[in-house]
C-alpha cells in the first residue's frame, strides 16, 4: 500500500509522538524547523522511515482508526478510543444492523458504528450543528473514502426522529447528547421489539435524570432517589448532602439486623468505613481503596508484575510472584480493615459491632478478627428497606 494524493499520513519521531499530514501534491510539510515536501511522501510504501531536510528521520505510517481519531480536526469534543470500543460492545452493534446515532460530533463515533455495521448495515445520524456536521462529513471521508451506508441529517433529535428515516425500525440507538432523556419517547417508535438504547454521558446527574425520565413516563413509575432528605437515617456530619446513597442505605442494612452503635465496612470498589452512634445517626467514617481497584492501579504500572486470581494464600510470607501479589492484597486489606477497626472503636467509645458486607468481604473476612459479622446483599438489603419505607403507608 502506497500513499496517495489527498491521503492523511502520520509521521511518527523516535518518542513515539505522531504528527498528522493531508498530503497535497506541490506542498511542504514543516516541523520544528525541518521539512519535508508532500511530494516525497507521495508513493512511498505504508512504513517507510523518511528523513526530513536536516537529516532528522520519522517513520511515515497510515493512521490506525483510533490514532486516526486523536489527530483529526474537531468540532465538538471527540470520543476516546477506549469508549468508542465500549460503546460498540455494550449497544452489541453488529454486521447487518440499522443504527440510529445523534449528535454527529467530529464523526469519531459516526465511524465506529459504519466500520461495526459493515456494507450490509446501515447508520442514520442526526446532528443540529451545520458546523459539526461538515467537520464530521469531511474526517470520515478522508478515513473511510465515500461511504453509501451513512445517511447524514441536519436535524436536532430532540424535536423528533422523522417518519421516512424509522421505516424500517432501528435495530440500535445511541446518543452522545447532553440531555438524552429528551429523545426517551422518540427512541421508543424508532426501536424495533428488543432493539437497544444506550446513552453515553460523563456525570451520574445525566444518568439519574435519564432513569427517573424513562420510569415516570415510559414505565408509567416514579423513580424512587435515596437521599439525606428522604433517608430515615440521621446524618451527624457537616455536609449531609455529600453522604453517597450506598452509604445510606448499607447503614439501613445493617440496623435493620444490628443495634446501634455500628461500624459497618463495605468491601468493594471502595473500602468504606461508615459509623452508626449509639443513638442510631450516621457520623462518618473513611475511604480507603478497594481492594480490586489497587489491585489494578499497582498491575497497570508495574511492569514486571501481572494479574493475578484474589484469592486468600494459605501463608503471609509467600514464595513466589503469585502468592505474594495475593498476600499483600488479602493479608494487608485485612490488617488495615483490623487497624482502621481499632482507631474507630477507640474514638467511638463503647463496643460497636463491626459488619461488612459487598462482592469482596468473604475475601478477607476469615483472617480479620475485627469483623464479627458479613452479609452478601446488605446494600441491596437496605434499598428495599428504604423504599418501602417512602411508599405511601409504608412503614
Known sequence: MHFQNGERVHLVDKNGRQYAVTLKAGETY????DTIAHDALIGQPDGALVTLSRGKRMLALKPTFGNYVLKMPRGAQVLYPKDLALIAMWADVYPGARVFEAGTGSGALTMTLLRAVGERGAVVTYEAREDFARTALK???RFMGPVSTLASRRADVYEGIAPDDRQPPFDRLVLDLPEPWRVVPHAADALRSGGIYLSFVPTVPQVQ?????????????PAYTVSAENCGVPLDVEYPSEVGADRIVTVIGALARHAAPLVVIDLGTATKFNCVSAQGAFVGGAIAPGIRTSADALLSRAARLFNVELTRPKEAVARNTVTNIQSGFVYGFAALVDGMVGRIRAEMGGAPTVVATGGLAPLVAD?????????????????????????????
Do not use: C, D, K
Open 30 to 33: 514543516q516541523h520544528s524547523g
Open 139 to 141: 474526517n470520515i471521508e
Open 209 to 221: 435524570q435519564t432513569f427517573e425520565w424513562m420510569s415516570e413516563h415510559h414505565f408509567g413509575l
Open 367 to 395: 483472617v480479620t478478627p475485627s469483623i464479627q459479622h458479613v452479609y452478601e446483599h446488605l446494600t441491596l438489603e437496605g434499598l428495599r428497606l428504604a423504599w418501602e419505607r417512602a411508599r405511601p403507608g409504608g412503614r
